[in-house]
């Protein structure tokens, strides 16, 4: 058969076509791999696995699925409850003093009409007295909550006090799932004695982590967390945690947990190798919880309290 000359044309250039075509495609697949992001694998139920990078944070189902289902919840295995207690205070102060440092303790109960047995969960507990946010509602108000201390020394003079809490020595992921992360342990001053956690990844200012104690600790997913402490309500969540506040509260499911005030001390250290801008890091802090439903309601030194309206 004879293929008119036209016709042979057509077909040259249409294969010609067909080729250039099937080389973009691959060279745009293969600058796509090199340029994309490298996203977290997370196994969900030991099976599924789930491409997870920061974009996906906001993504409220994807949250939802890994949320209690990525971490075997007996991998808590440190998680003491001793709400229950009935061993009394060893403490330095007396239980009539507002031992936060900007009597943080006193706003948030002026502005719950001074609740009784309420719930928190306070995370940089450091010795669970000295500038406590929780210990005069636990105290004095019958509050019941969980404290989360990375630091092992602190953690066990957190023991030592009798708390009446859900004790926890690990730090909350910045991630949603579990985490090893490396701590540098800092402390200065004389009379004031200064805690201060560098987790692996965020800059804690300008000290030498040569120069410091190391620890390395388990990190879970405050979801996780309070699950294990069967505690999804809470009046107040406490953060102290020294750069990680936004990163861990993206973390949280919004709609699994009930969280009425969220007390947070916005740190001038973050991710970046710079001390973050404060200015910039309260205007993201306050667009992504203005978008889970809080508002600024007062202002303590650092600390910022958000309350759900
Ligand atoms: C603490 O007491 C409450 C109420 O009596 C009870 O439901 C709970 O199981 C107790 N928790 C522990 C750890 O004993
Ligand atoms: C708080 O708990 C205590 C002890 O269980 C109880 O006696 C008291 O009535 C509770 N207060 C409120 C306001 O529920
Ligand atoms: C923590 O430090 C140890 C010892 O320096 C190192 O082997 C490990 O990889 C570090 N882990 C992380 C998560 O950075």
């Known amino acids: 058969m004879r293929i008119p000359r036209s016709l042979g044309y057509v077909l040259k250039i249409a294969l010609v076509m067909c080729f250039y075509t099937f080389a973009l495609w691959v060279l745009f697949r293969v600058l796509a791999s090199v340029t994309k ?4 694998r997370v196994l969900v139920d030991g099976e599924e696995d789930y491409l997870f990078d920061e974009s996906d944070a906001e993504d409220e189902t994807l949250l939802e699925h890994v949320a209690g289902n990525y971490v075997d919840l007996l991998r808590i295995s440190k998680i003491l409850d001793r709400r229950n207690s009935t061993e009394d205070y060893s403490l330095r102060m007396p239980s009539d003093v507002d031992l936060s440092e900007h009597k943080q303790s006193s706003a948030l109960l002026q502005l719950l009409n001074a609740k009784e047995n309420g719930t928190f969960l306070e995370a940089g ?3 669970g007295e000295f500038f406590s946010n929780s210990l005069y509602l636990e105290r004095n108000y019958g509050w ?3 404290l989360v201390e990375p630091i092992t020394k602190f953690y066990n003079e957190i023991l030592s006090k009798k708390r009446k809490a859900v004790l926890l020595n690990a730090c909350l992921s910045p991630k949603p799932w ?3 992360m490396n701590m540098t342990i800092v402390r200065s001053g004389i009379f004031r004695i200064e805690s201060m956690s560098s987790l692996h990844g965020y800059n804690m ?3 030498d982590p040569e ?3 190391q620890e390395t600790v388990e990190c879970y997913p405050i979801f996780d967390v309070l699950s294990a402490a069967k505690l999804t309500q809470l009046d107040v969540l406490m953060l102290d945690v020294q750069g990680a506040e936004e990163d861990i509260l993206r973390t949280i ?6 969280i009425r005030v969220i007390l947070v001390e916005i740190s001038k250290f973050g991710k970046d190798h710079l001390p973050r801008k404060l200015f910039h890091q309260e205007q993201r802090l306050k667009a992504f919880l203005g978008k889970q439903g809080y508002d600024v309601k007062a202002v303590l030194g650092r600390d910022f309290i958000f309350v759900r309206e």
């Open 37 to 40: 992001p490298k996203k977290n």
């Open 253 to 258: 499911p919004w709609r699994l947990v009930d």
């Open 144 to 146: 019941r909550g969980v």
């Open 178 to 180: 579990f985490e090893y």
């Open 205 to 207: 200012g300008d000290f």
């Open 211 to 213: 120069k410091h104690d």
């Open 125 to 127: 507990a450091f010795d």
